[in-house]
């Protein structure tokens, strides 16, 4: 069997006052499409920060089969956050230059960008349809525009995994669709490895293979996405710690 | 007065020490004023003012050292201060603005005793407060040059890292860089470059023309080279135009320097306002959201 993508065991996160991941445990196989869904305050987003590091949690990650601790090929990963798009606007930097940011972790001190760098970011700002706009500066461009920038650095170094954590956060209704489609388009190299924090599974159903459902910071579920979507009535009470009501169409459970 | 500054030593020394800190202030100036760390220069050079005093205050003890640069003990104070700052900033994860004020008023306190135990303000303590034309010494110069060659390695070898920084911390450390490094870096650089300008500057001016040029570029420049190349442009113009202008009608350079950069910041504010439609891009932005 191939060595998993992210290897999860026994991990826990505790804020001074609560427990927000507890005892989670799941593999992320190579293309895999995995979408992480939960209340809010599920410990979604801490999940994803002790994926890229940025907490330190209790408990065992591994990326790409070498323990997090040792891993050092950081550009391998790209991350999209939910604050992507609440930099500071007045921020002299144009389009282009953001997505060049997406390659200087490959790059050593003192290189420089290459014509070939050049030409990758060429690509990636083609591939969101905003090269037309790369000398743009990005705090003038609007939020779907924005956040297609930030797309296009994730991508601009060919990553092998992609973690978005809920990147339509605060970007205006008509242009999650749009950014959805570009999700579909990146989707086509099946290589390609993607965690995707949404409260939204309805819109990506069709590109996830399979879903993780945090509850209170336990793996509440963890299945594939036609498996998800077939839940039985009671596993969908324990994944809704609110009292209501699950209805059933057409023999399925509408959660 | 051309004359004056193709024969005068002095002048040119002075001519000299200029145009470096009007290079290297907006330089890493930039980076600062990105990074919302304006206010630390203003912390930075007031506890440089403890470590020239300090040193004015040896020299006058001690015979041995009576010839000590200033320059020297302020540079040192600086970067300790520096650190402090920033360590102090960890320490108030949730109000890290008052490591400016702590920092400040330790600096502030220091000065002023110093200054008292030297018997008060000498004419050297006063170039140093507004900045001088006339007594920037062949070892100024240098220690200057100095200076401005480490801060160009510096922001050669960490532009990435520091643009990366300054514009997304999170992503840029998820994407490995080794941000504690450039950060206490950057920090070291920043005083030496606060240190280096008092020459010219003085101590009560020099967060100006670090911030002001800056501020002047943000105004018209769409990318982060272009806000650097234009706040460079504005610097030179006003340290070496408000250097000239200082020595023609005997004032203090700090004043003049520090006076023509906010100029230069009206200028660019009534062109934009003119000549460039009306709105700025900040205008335009909080417009359409």
New interface residues.
């Given amino acids: 069997m191939e060595t998993p993508i992210i290897e999860i065991d026994q991990v826990s996160y505790d804020y001074p006052d609560r427990r927000v991941l507890n005892q989670v445990s799941f593999q992320v196989q190579q293309g895999q499409f995995l979408a992480i869904v939960g209340e809010n305050g599920s410990g979604k987003s801490t999940l994803i920060k002790c994926i ?3 907490l330190q949690p209790k408990g065992t990650i591994r990326l790409f089969g070498q323990s997090q601790s040792q891993f ?1 090929e ?2 391998r ?1 790209s ?1 999209v ?1 939910q ?2 798009a609440a ?8 389009v282009a ?2 997505v060049e ?2 390659l ?2 490959k ?1 050593g ?2 290189r420089r960008l290459s014509r070939d760098d050049r030409d990758k970011v060429r690509t990636a700002l083609e591939t969101v349809g905003m090269w037309e706009r790369r ?3 990005v ?2 461009l ?1 939020g779907g525009q924005q956040q297609r920038v930030f797309i296009a ?1 994730a991508l601009v170094n060919d990553p092998d995994l992609m973690i978005l954590d809920e990147p339509t956060v605060g970007v205006d209704q008509r242009y999650v669709k749009e950014f959805y489609e570009i999700l579909e388009e990146l989707r086509r190299d099946k290589r390609r490895t993607f965690v995707l924090v949404t409260h939204d599974i309805h819109f990506v159903s069709k590109l996830v293979t399979d879903v993780i459902h945090l509850v209170d910071g336990r793996l509440g579920c963890n299945c594939g996405i036609k498996e998800y979507w077939e839940l039985d009535e009671q596993t969908i009470r324990s994944l809704y710690p609110v009292p209501g009501r699950v209805l059933v169409h057409e023999g399925k459970s509408v959660q | 007065m051309i004359e004056a500054f193709m024969t005068l030593k002095f002048l040119q020394y002075a001519l000299v020490a200029a145009i470096l800190i009007g290079f290297t202030a907006p330089l890493i100036g930039s980076f600062v004023v990105v990074r919302r760390m304006s206010l630390i220069a203003d912390a930075l050079s007031h506890v440089t003012l403890a470590g020239i005093a300090l040193s004015l205050l040896i020299s006058g003890m001690v015979a041995q050292l009576a010839d000590l640069n200033p320059l020297y003990l302020g540079i040192v104070t600086a970067v300790i201060a520096a650190l402090t700052i920033d360590w102090l900033r960890s320490k108030y994860k949730h109000f890290q603005e008052l490591a400016i004020p702590i920092i400040m008023a330790t600096g502030m306190g220091l000065g002023a005793t110093f200054i008292s135990l030297a018997n008060g303000f000498s004419m050297d303590l006063v170039s140093f407060l507004f900045g001088t034309v006339s007594a920037v010494a062949l070892t100024d110069v240098y220690t200057i040059l100095a200076v401005t060659v480490v801060v160009i390695i510096f922001v050669f070898a960490f532009y990435k890292e520091l643009l990366f920084l300054s514009f997304d911390e999170e992503q840029a450390r998820v994407s490995g860089i080794r941000l504690r490094l450039v950060h206490i870096l950057f920090m070291i650089v920043v005083a030496l470059v606060i240190a280096i300008s008092m020459r010219i500057v003085g101590i009560l001016l020099v967060s100006s023309l670090i911030t002001l040029p800056v501020a002047a570029a943000l105004r018209i420049a769409k990318s982060f080279k272009m806000t650097i190349f234009l706040a460079i442009i504005f610097g030179e113009i006003a340290t070496v135009l408000g250097l000239v202008l200082a020595y023609q009608f005997d004032l203090a350079p700090g004043g003049m320097i520090v006076l023509l950069a906010v100029i230069e910041l009206i200028i660019v504010m009534l062109l934009e306002r003119f000549w460039i439609g009306g709105k700025t891009h900040e205008d335009e932005h909080r417009t359409s959201a």
Avoid at chain 1, 87 to 94: L, R
Wanted: zero cysteines.
């Fill in positions: 890229l590091g940025l050092s950081w550009w990963i991350y956050s604050k992507a930099f500071n606007s007045g921020f002299p930097v144009t230059e953001v940011m997406g200087y972790a790059k001190l003192f000398d743009s500066k705090g003038d609007s650095r």
